[in-house]
């Protein structure tokens, strides 16, 4: 029996040996087991890196929305301006136009006056060369009266007429 209690201490012996065994292996797995934690801990703090760097991408990408939506803006408010500046112009336009038209209107005026002040002055020209054609027959008769001894009466009233077609001319000088 003492052998067999001897075998059985060893079994044990082996036994505890194998459990020491298994307890290295499994603190090695254990070690392993840390190890890999802190390659996910590090592969974690890595994402939380690359998280942050997309949050600040994603920042920089609504700063660069805000500030195409304020070129926005300012593009909208230019073409207001220049459809308020185009509405204008086509006021103007409009205004331009229709003093155009009075000017037009005007000018017919004027160009009626014109063709009134020609037959006035049409007139005009043929009652001076009335005037000077009375002016020439009384000058005649005066001098023919003069030759022919004609009485004083006629005379004087030849150059009375005389003296008055000069006035008429006179008026038109």
């Keep these: ?38 390659e996910v801990v590090d592969m974690g703090d890595e994402v ?20 195409v939506v304020d070129m926005v803006d300012e593009v909208v408010d230019l073409g207001v301006e220049v459809v308020t500046m185009g509405d204008e112009l086509v006021s103007m336009s409009v205004e331009v136009v229709d003093m155009g038209d009075e000017l037009v209107d005007m000018g017919v005026e004027v160009v009626d006056m014109g063709d009134e002040l020609v037959d006035m002055g049409a007139e005009v020209v043929d009652m001076v060369d009335a005037a000077r054609m009375d002016l020439m027959v009384s000058q005649k008769e005066l001098f023919k009266a003069k030759q022919e001894d004609i009485p004083a009466i006629p005379v004087v009233e030849l150059k009375e007429k005389v003296a008055a077609s000069r006035a008429e001319l006179r008026k038109f000088q």
């Design 1 to 38: 029996m003492g052998v067999e209690v001897v075998n059985m201490g060893d079994e044990v012996v082996d036994m505890v040996d194998e459990v020491v065994d298994m307890g290295d292996e499994v603190v090695d797995m254990g070690d392993e087991a840390v190890d890999m934690g802190d």
């Design 48 to 67: 939380v890196d690359m998280v942050d760097e997309v949050a600040d991408m994603g920042d920089e990408v609504v700063d660069m929305v805000d500030e």
